[in-house]
């Protein structure tokens, strides 16, 4: 086992089956804590020992899609569904600023109602009041040309999941419209225009296999993007995914710890649902080599709706309002926390 992480440490490459056996076989404290140490150093290498804070707005829970393992699919009738305005989303960029955040993340459903011109309004309202932030987007599958137009309003940014790279699993986890070819479309047209490109997948969705889990490392190996979202599934109780379990803690932390090594250079969140599913997932996360936290900067009385799990923390440490004692968790792992724009080392905007 650990002939084989020194491999990785080393090379930042593995083959299907050696992934398949770390994955299958990785049992020892001793060799995940190995697995660990390899993962921080290969963080340091980049970026020291820093830890990007950004700050999430959700801007939208109104959703076209139907994604089944999803609490904001549109066929869910039980929740309330919110849009922010323009003005609600700047007075939250204000409240973000002010904290010291230089990264706003713009996450939301895919919303019919935000068109090209209304998305493009907010992106430059923003980035002509705070020019010297990060715009990130995340608001799913659209057009070359809407993509195209988002980053000449001034977005730097796109997360897109792939969600996974087996496509008899995607159509597992997806209706019939939407299909794995256009996720990976949307992806490489994000690329070329651009962006730093977000990836990445959910740990211990239904029906996913490790043989699933190791092709998604080896496409995310292949894309090379620049960011890298990776959490564990969590059941929500009004989807058809309700009696399936959580996605395992630790496996978690592993699969994010060779991301890590695959991808040195990647800026990899500890997730809020990595979070949400134990009380030390954020340190453990952040201890596997991850260097992003995006605390939620969502106006208070919407945040409960933006219900994507069952249980997903909003409050605590994810929420911006906490941002001190984060702050001190954060150090207390020795690590630095920094609150610039963090852009992924390699990129340059042209
Ligand atoms: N609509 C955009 C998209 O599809 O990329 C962004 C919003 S979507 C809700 C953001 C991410 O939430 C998805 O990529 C998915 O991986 C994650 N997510 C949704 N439901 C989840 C669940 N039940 N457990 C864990 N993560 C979930």
């Known amino acids: 086992m650990k002939d084989l992480i020194n491999k990785l440490y080393i090379t930042n490459s593995l083959s299907f089956d050696e992934l398949l056996y770390i994955i299958e076989n990785i049992s020892k404290q001793e060799d995940k804590d190995y697995l660990f140490e390899k993962a921080r150093n290969t963080r340091y290498k980049h970026y020291e020992n820093r830890v990007f804070l950004r700050g999430l707005i959700e801007i939208s829970n109104y959703c076209k899609n139907d994604c089944y393992y999803c609490g904001i699919r549109c066929s869910n009738k039980n929740i309330t569904r919110y849009r922010l305005t323009e003005k609600e989303i700047l007075k939250c960029c204000d409240i973000g600023y002010e904290i010291g ?5 713009l996450q939301g459903g895919e919303d019919s109602f935000l068109n090209d011109d209304i998305m493009c309004n907010i992106i430059s309202s923003i980035k002509s009041k705070y020019p010297d932030c990060a715009i ?3 608001i799913g599958e659209k057009n070359y040309n809407s993509y195209e137009r988002y980053f000449l309003s001034g977005a730097d940014r796109f997360l897109l999941r792939h969600e996974t790279s087996t496509d008899c699993h995607y159509k597992k986890l997806h209706p019939e419209n939407l299909s794995l070819k256009n996720r990976k479309d949307c992806l490489k047209n994000l690329k070329e225009i651009g962006y730093q490109v977000g990836a ?6 239904p029906f996913q296999t490790n043989e699933d889990v190791v092709r998604d490392l080896m496409y995310l190996k292949e894309l090379n993007p620049h960011m890298v979202g990776i959490g564990p599934f969590i059941p929500h109780h009004d989807t058809k995914f ?5 996605g395992d803690l630790d496996k978690s932390i592993i699969i994010l710890a060779l991301t890590r090594l695959l991808l040195p250079k990647c800026l990899l969140p500890a997730t809020t649902a990595l979070a949400s599913i134990s009380e030390n997932g954020r340190n453990l996360g952040l201890l596997a080599g991850c260097n992003v936290i995006m605390p939620n900067l969502s106006p208070h009385e919407f945040r409960k709706d933006y219900s994507l799990y069952d249980n997903k923390l909003s409050a605590g440490e994810e929420a911006c309002e906490y941002h001190k004692s984060l702050e001190v968790s954060i150090k207390q792992l020795g690590l630095l926390v920094d609150y610039s724009r963090g852009d992924n080392i390699e990129w340059r905007r042209i």
């Open 101 to 105: 955040y230089r990264t706003f993340v």
């Open 242 to 246: 309700k009696d399936f379990p959580h």
């Open 200 to 205: 990445g997948f959910m740990v211990g969705s």
């Open 136 to 138: 990130t987007l995340s």
